[in-house]
C-alpha cells in the first residue's frame, strides 16, 4: 500500500506542484495518473522514488515513510520502487542481457541467479530471442520493453512508469501495455503517468486526475475525463 497524505511541493523557483495530495494506492493496484502538462504528474513520480523531496507531507511505502529515509537508503527505495521512463535509458554499449543483468551484477548476484532472473523478465515481455541484441538493433516498443524488463528484475513490488508509450505509436503502445498488465496480473503494483486517453479509457481502471496540482477526480475504474 502506499499513501501520499497532505503531501506539498514547491520548487526551488516557487512553484507549487503540488498542492495537498491525498491519495491511497492499494497493494497490486494499477493506477494511472492523467491531467495537462505541468499538472504535477511526473513530480508524484519523483517524490515515489525520492529524485524530488516533499515539500510537507508523508508517503507511505507500507509503514515506512519515504520522505524520512536517509540519502544513503534511496538505492534500497529504489529496489522496491522501480522506475521506466519514457526515454528508455538503456546503456548502448551492452546487449539487451547486459543491460538487464546490470542492477543485479552491482548487487552481486550469483551468474546463475543473473541468468535466471533475466531470462523470466525477458518472458514477460516477451524479448527471450533478443537477449543478445544491442539496443541499437531493436525497435522503439523492442526498447521499451527491455526498459521494462531491466526494472523488473529484482521483482519490485512496485513499478512506477512515467509517460511509458510517449515516444512510440498507438500499435506499439499497446505492446507496452500489454507487458505491464501481464507483470501487474503478476502481483506488482503499477502506477503510470499518461497523456494516453485511449489507453486510459479502453483500460477502465483505477483514474487519478490532476489539474494545477491537485486531485480533481479519483476513479477506481473508469476513463480519462469522468467525474471531472
Ligand atoms: P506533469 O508531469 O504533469 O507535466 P510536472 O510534475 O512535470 O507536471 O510539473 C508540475 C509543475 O512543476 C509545472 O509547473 C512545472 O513547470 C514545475 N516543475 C517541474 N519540475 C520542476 C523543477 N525541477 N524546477 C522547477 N519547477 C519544476
Known sequence: MI??????????NKVIALSNINLKIPKGDFVFLV???GAGKSTMIKLLIREEQVTRGRILLNDT???KIRKTRIPKLRRDVSVVF????????????ENIAYALEIQGESKSTIKRSV???LDLVNLSHKEACYPHELSGGEKQRV?????????????????????????TAWEIMKALT????????IIMATHAVEIVNKIQRHVVSLSNGQIVSN?????????I
Not at 86 to 97: H, M, N
Not at 182 to 189: D, S
Open 3 to 12: 499513501e501520499f497524505e497532505n503531501v506539498f511541493k514547491e520548487y526551488g
Open 35 to 37: 491531467g495537462p502538462s
Open 65 to 67: 515513510d519515504i520522505t
Open 86 to 97: 519514457q526515454d528508455y535509458r538503456l546503456l548502448d554499449k551492452k546487449t539487451v542481457f
Open 119 to 121: 531470462a523470466y523478465a
Open 147 to 171: 526498459s521494462i524488463a531491466r526494472a523488473i528484475v529484482n521483482r519490485a513490488p512496485v513499478l512506477v512508469c512515467d509517460e511509458p508509450t510517449g515516444n512510440l505509436d498507438q500499435e
Open 182 to 189: 501481464k507483470i501487474n496480473e503478476e502481483g506488482t503494483t
Open 219 to 227: 476513479v477506481e475504474r473508469g476513463g480519462y475525463y469522468e467525474d
